[in-house]
């Protein structure tokens, strides 16, 4: 691991990336100053230490480093696209490190979870399978990849997958006109909350996603199952697979119209 995370280079990782960044086109100002508030220099070193920690003082002294400007800042509610990028490492230290080294990690993944839900910009990030998603629902990914971790890992384990469940994503394996808009047919992952849902739709080369309304035409299955959903007045080749489904902005659970209808 340790390997992997030198790897990466680090202050090359943009503090915030938003569509228009992406399509090339002016971006707006980060909030809180998060240009003045990455410091790249702490990653690698924070994530080394935390690897390597064999106690409490240790661990804590490496989740001072990644917290503090790292790969969040715990100070300022913010989080930085690094942390996506360092997910996979956070969670092998939850399933390898010394426990207190793995509690510490947990920690990092919580609170990088929920500073992204708190994102005034919905900053976003590049991925393998579209160019500008939340970074909120790059993480719940992560986090959703490691399921069986998770749950295995005591009440923070369980919080951070409930947590994870409200950045549902649904992956387009097959879509088909249908009236005025289309089915598509895929894979559902988290909870969906019910009703007519605004959704962004993504997909490699699309600069800034497709914002459209969908709604489950039956209700979903499991988590992972084969589903369907309705969205409306769109074009089948609009989203034609690989097209990847995650909830707008106003569709998640601490936002006003989501409390709202709940």
Not at 7 to 29: F, H, K, M, Y
Request: hydrophobic share 50%.
């Amino acid at each position: 691991m340790l390997a992997a995370i030198d790897a990466v280079d680090w202050s090359r990782i943009p503090v915030a990336a938003t569509p228009s960044e992406v399509a090339g086109l002016p971006a707006p100002i980060p909030p809180y100053g998060l240009l003045d508030l990455y410091e790249p220099d702490r990653v690698a070193v924070g994530l080394r230490a935390l690897a390597t920690a064999t106690g409490l003082v240790r661990a804590a002294d490496a989740g001072s480093l990644l917290a503090g400007g790292g790969l969040l800042h715990d100070h300022s509610g913010a989080v930085f696209p690094a942390a996506v990028t360092a997910a996979p490492f956070l969670l092998a230290i939850v399933r390898d490190g010394h426990p207190h080294a793995a509690a510490t990690a947990l920690g990092l993944l919580h609170d990088a979870l929920a500073f992204s839900v708190s994102d005034g910009v919905r900053t976003r990030v590049v991925t393998p399978y579209a160019d500008a998603v939340p970074i909120c629902c790059a993480l719940a990914d992560h986090l959703r990849g490691e399921a069986g971790l998770l749950a295995a890992s005591g009440a923070e384990g369980g919080w951070l997958l409930a947590d994870a469940a409200h950045h549902w994503r649904f992956d387009v394996h097959e879509i088909v006109a249908d009236g005025n808009g289309a089915l598509a047919l895929g894979v559902f992952a988290g909870r969906f909350p019910g009703g007519t849902r605004s959704t962004e739709a993504y997909r490699v080369g699309r600069a800034a996603p497709l914002l459209v309304q969908v709604a489950p035409p039956y209700p979903l299955g499991e988590d992972g199952a084969e589903a369907c959903l309705r969205i409306d007045g769109v074009r089948p080749d609009e989203l034609a697979p690989p097209t990847v489904l995650f909830p707008a902005r106003g569709s998640h659970p601490d936002d006003a119209d989501t409390d709202a209808a709940s």
